[in-house]
């Protein structure tokens, strides 16, 4: 069956730096699209970034835009999310996702999902 499984989360302080790990098994890794979603406490789930299959093609939510980075290792079958400069209101639980969608910056357009990881970034 298809598993992603996030790591990399944990405890930093703002302007601090991470570097969440999503590995993919169970599927074709190289034929989907891969996004980075996030959700706070009291909040929905919303984007954060998404890569297509090549990798040719990033996009960003405006509010991580110039600080985070997507990017993917399809022999590893791995899709990262490095962070940098983070804030508090980065703080939630971050979930990577696979999608054979062609609109890919939407919840509705995934398939599979993680459990997420935990990333907290003190003041």
């Known amino acids: 069956q298809v598993q992603l499984v996030e790591s990399g989360g944990g405890l930093v302080q703002a302007g601090g730096s991470l570097r969440l790990s999503c590995a993919a098994s169970?599927?074709?890794?190289?034929?989907?699209?891969m996004g980075w979603f996030r959700q706070a406490p009291g909040k929905e789930r919303e984007f954060v970034a998404a890569?297509?299959?090549?990798?040719?093609?990033?996009y960003y939510a405006d509010s991580v835009k110039g600080r985070f980075t997507i990017s993917r290792d399809n022999a590893k079958k791995t899709v990262y999310l490095q962070m940098n400069s983070l804030k508090p209101e980065d703080t939630a639980v971050y979930y990577c996702?696979?999608?054979?969608?062609?609109?890919?910056?939407?919840?509705?357009?995934?398939?599979?999902w993680g459990q997420g990881t935990q990333v907290t970034v003190s003041s």
């Open positions: 169970g599927l074709t890794f190289s034929v989907y699209g």
């Open positions: 996702a696979a999608s054979r969608g062609i609109i890919i910056n939407t919840r509705e357009a995934y398939n599979y």
């Open positions: 890569i297509r299959s090549s990798g040719g093609s990033t």
